[in-house]
Structure formats: C-alpha cells, structure tokens
C-alpha cells in the first residue's frame, strides 16, 4: 500500500507539474472552531436548514442533506446515530475550497523554490529553475522530475514552526490569478454552512486531504471551524533535533504518508478509528473514501461536488488534470450517491456578496 500510495503522489506532483505549465502561462507561478457538540439535538433543530444552509439552493441535494441529518438525529428510530459515532470527513482541494487552475498548495511550493534561490547558487544551471524562471511552458513540460527535486529540497530543512509561519505569511499577501482574492477567500460558503449545520446537530467534522497536514493546520480553524488536530492529510518526514539547545523538529526531503485515493480510507482509520456515516468529495482521488463511508452499516451519505459553474468559478471534470471527476461520477450515478451541482445547487459559491 504505501509503495502504491508513493506512486500515486509521484504522478499526482507530476500532474501538478503539468498544470503548472498553464498556471504559470495564468500568472500563477475563513469561523470560530471546536469540537461537536454531544448533546443530543431535537428533531427541530435537525430540520432547520432554511435558516442553517441559506445559501443551498432547494433541491435534490439539499433535500437528501436535511433527510440524512433528521434520519439519524432522531431517537427513537431505527435509522438513529449516537453522536459519538456522527463522524462526517470532507475532502479540502475542489470540495471545501476552490483547486484551479493549480492546486494552491504547489503554488506555494513553487514559490517557494523562487524565495530559496538565492541560497541555491547551483540551481541557476538547473533547468528545471531555468524553465521556471522564463516561465518556459515547453521546457517545463519536460522537466518535471528536476522540478520536484526543486521543491523538495526548497520546502525542507526548516523546522515546523518555522515552516508553519512561511504558509501564514505567504497566504496573508499571496492572491489568486483569477479572483485577485486572497486564497482562504476562496472557501466555499455553501459547505461553511453545511459544516456549521452539522455540527450543531451532533456530527465531528474532520478534513481527510491529499494536501499535507502542515499546508492546512495554520488556517482551517479560522476557514472552516475545523481544529488542526481533525485534520488528515499527506506527511513529510520529520525529524527530531535539539538547536542553539532547543528541542525542535526538522522537516525532511521526504514523504511520510500519502492520503490520497485508497491512501485516505487509511488515514481516517489510522487518525479517528472509526468509519465515517458522513462523506464529501469531488474527484476520483476521493472514491475510495466514499466507497468506505458507503460500506458502513449506520445510515450513511456520500456527496461529490460536480464543478460546472465556469462563469461564478471554474467547470471541469472528465478531461482534468486537476480534481478529475470520472470513475467516482460513474460509480455516484451507478450507486446512488449525491452528486452537488455547483451551478444549480448553490446560491453562492464563496464568503462576502453573492457570487
């Protein structure tokens, strides 16, 4: 599994690298948190959706959303879910906040290898940098093992705390090539909402992501109400040290864990050890976790987002290099699963007036 998990990040990085080419042709390269409530919630407040979920539109979905929570908020009935076991896991990149034209995570990455330059003499006959720096789409294109070299050794050998204030201050001043928004901006109000909603009616709501943990922890509290330590994602090597006489841990070259595809089944094992009655996803990497969730003798839901709203945000799905929606599509319709449509289902897509 985890040789498996290796090669699935090496070709997902390299598809990354891929749709960097365009990012960078693009000029390329927020809630108060807490644990669930365990109180048991009536069945009013399990049916109060108008006013929890404003900006879901009435529908198919949102319909199938507020039947599932009644379901198993009810006591008293079969289909009743004690609190402890109301445990819904949401995927981050394309299902919680917006993924194009470039996961947001690799442009940080890559501007990361830019701000390590000038301690790297030696990249400026690399070229892979080369091509990065001429924003070179071609050259690019064919270097794309030498860049993840790049951004290996450029995102290692800091410590975590240090590591963890570059992402602060690279999001607080970085801006999306579209929006020209900050990216925490770019959350998706509808599951702000449907993560409040689920909260208030007894549910723990975890992020399980191909993203790295370190990427997320410093600002899904403030985005979603989700605390770090709900948060389920890749892992990079870490290594313990003591510098100037402190005890610290130093980030490695290397991958630790990849949560993405059946790697995520794992991570909700491994991290919460129980299986989810609650799933929410938006592309092929997030089948196997629907597939778990859907297994599960409790009363379950499994959701995907369907991108296909180009005009308020982006539209894409089969033909994707980033956040492909294809076999897990076909297995939603064949299963039953609820696929969201973005453009019909959502009043809004992010925080502020509606957009």
């Known amino acids: 599994m985890q040789?498996?998990?290796?090669?699935?990040?090496?070709?997902?990085?390299?598809?990354?690298?891929?749709?960097?080419?365009?990012?960078?042709?693009?000029?390329?390269?927020a809630g108060k948190g807490g644990s669930a409530s365990q109180t048991t919630p009536s069945v009013a407040s399990a049916q109060n959706a108008e006013?929890?979920?404003?900006?879901?539109?009435?529908?198919?979905?949102?319909?199938?959303?507020?039947?599932?929570?009644?379901?198993?908020?009810?006591?008293g009935t079969l289909t009743y879910v004690d609190p402890e076991a109301r445990i819904a896991v949401f995927d981050n990149d394309g299902t919680l906040w917006s993924e194009q034209p470039l996961y947001f995570q690799f442009v940080f990455l890559l501007d990361q290898v830019k701000a390590a330059a000038p301690n790297h003499p030696e990249?400026?006959?690399?070229?892979?940098?080369?091509?990065?720096?001429?924003?070179?789409?071609?050259?690019?294109a064919s270097q794309q093992k030498q860049l993840m070299q790049l951004v290996a050794t450029a995102n290692s050998g800091m410590s975590t705390e240090t590591y963890d204030q570059t992402i602060r201050d690279w999001l607080a001043k970085a801006r999306h090539p579209k929006f020209n928004r900050p990216y925490t901006d770019l959350v998706y109000q509808p599951q702000i909402e449907l993560l409040g909603y689920?909260?208030?009616?007894?549910?723990?709501?975890?992020?399980?992501?191909?993203?790295?943990?370190?990427?997320m922890r410093p600002w899904v509290q403030k985005a979603y109400g989700i605390p770090p330590e709900q948060v389920i994602g890749s892992s990079q090597v870490v290594k313990y040290e003591v510098r100037n006489g402190q005890p610290v841990l130093i980030r490695q070259p290397k991958l630790d864990f990849v949560d993405d595809g059946p790697g995520k089944p794992v991570g909700i094992y491994r991290n919460i050890g129980r299986r989810p009655?609650?799933?929410?996803?938006?592309?092929?990497?997030?089948?196997?976790?629907?597939?778990?969730?859907?297994?599960?003798?409790?009363?379950?839901?499994?959701?995907?987002v369907h991108h296909d709203d180009a005009d308020r945000e982006f539209a894409y799905d089969r033909q994707s290099k980033i956040g492909r929606l294809d076999k897990a599509w076909d297995e939603a319709i064949a299963k039953g699963w609820v696929v969201v449509s973005m453009k019909s289902d959502w009043n809004t897509i992010y925080p502020g007036p509606a957009r």
């Open 3 to 29: 040789s498996w998990s290796r090669r699935n990040w090496l070709g997902r990085v390299t598809g990354f690298a891929g749709a960097a080419v365009l990012a960078l042709t693009l000029g390329a390269c």
């Open 51 to 75: 006013t929890a979920l404003p900006s879901w539109r009435d529908g198919p979905a949102k319909r199938a959303i507020v039947k599932f929570v009644g379901d198993v908020t009810r006591e």
């Open 123 to 140: 990249w400026k006959n690399n070229p892979a940098f080369k091509a990065l720096m001429a924003r070179d789409q071609a050259a690019l």
């Open 198 to 215: 689920l909260r208030a009616n007894g549910f723990k709501t975890y992020i399980v992501s191909g993203g790295t943990i370190d990427f």
């Open 277 to 304: 009655i609650l799933a929410f996803g938006n592309s092929d990497g997030d089948q196997q976790m629907l597939e778990y969730t859907a297994a599960s003798t409790e009363p379950h839901l499994a959701l995907l």
